[in-house]
């Protein structure tokens, strides 16, 4: 009997009605498109076997097409990238397509390492069945990074286990003094990158709950998987696989990532 393979669909969520950045999707990093590049990289994973941009916006579904990129129309009443990535998949899985797995890639990500996203698929396909979803952290070794509110930090429980996602500083570290010594192994804390991958019937879970009160105090759409009792695995990654760590949230964003195409060529 031949063993089984593990499907995983790849679902880049992406919409235009950004309110703290409008028609970033379409914003050029050296010369090609935000959404051609999530792509691009995500394209090079080697553990997703099919890929698809999910929007629900006629100009970046032209872009799509005229890139050659897959895509699919969605709703354009989804509040989350999450619940996008579901109605993408049943959307799929209506054509007669199956999948164990499903990866929401950030449609913020120019520079996503592709080892990274095999990297999450492998840590929850290998995960006991407790854990219904995985995304990744990196260390912080930065107080400044550490304290800004826009890098998400995590706290972390036994078998990488996430306990809490939160803007603020957490764990806090009691007695920390400005002699002690602040390394990757032991770090301030880990920071959030906004990966994740589902099984795919916790996708249908999370898409069908209500939101949580820490998801609304937060904006950490995460959050509804923890208020229900949902496990997520955290696969903790080294810096270097995630530099350059730039996500493209605000017009500054752009330009440090349009800066890094130029200097590498890419």
């Not at 840590?123 to 930065?142: E, K, R, V």
């Amino acid at each position: 009997m031949r063993p089984h393979i593990i499907t995983c669909l790849g679902v880049i969520p992406v919409r235009l009605e950004s309110s703290r950045f409008p028609n970033k999707p379409l914003k050029l990093i050296n010369g090609k498109p935000l959404v051609e590049r999530v792509w691009l990289q995500a394209s090079q994973s080697k553990r997703v076997t099919t890929l698809v941009v999910a929007t629900n916006n006629a100009e970046i579904a032209s872009e799509c097409q005229l890139k050659g990129i897959r895509h699919i129309m969605t709703s354009s009443s989804h509040e989350t990238g999450t619940d996008r990535v579901a109605e993408a998949c049943a959307i799929l899985e209506s054509q007669g397509m199956k999948f164990d797995l499903v990866a929401n890639i950030q449609g913020d990500m120019p520079f996503v390492n592709p080892t990274v996203i095999d990297d999450v698929i492998n840590s929850l396909g290998t995960a006991d069945g407790n854990f219904g979803m995985a995304t990744i952290g990196t260390p912080i070794t930065s107080q400044e990074e550490f304290e800004r509110p826009a890098a998400v930090k995590i706290a972390l429980g036994e078998s990488h286990r996430a306990l809490y996602f939160s803007r603020a500083p957490i764990p806090h570290w009691r007695n920390f003094s400005g002699n002690d010594v602040v390394t990757p192994e032991n770090p301030l804390g880990y920071k959030h990158m906004g990966l994740y991958v589902f099984r795919r019937p916790t996708l249908s879970t999370i898409a069908g709950l209500s939101k949580a009160f820490t998801e609304q105090r937060e904006a950490l759409e995460q959050l509804r998987a923890l208020a229900h009792g949902i496990g997520i695995k955290v696969h903790i990654v080294p810096r270097a696989s995630v530099e350059p760590c730039i996500e493209v949230d605000t017009p500054q964003d752009l330009i440090d990532a349009d800066a890094f195409a130029k200097l590498k060529g890419i």
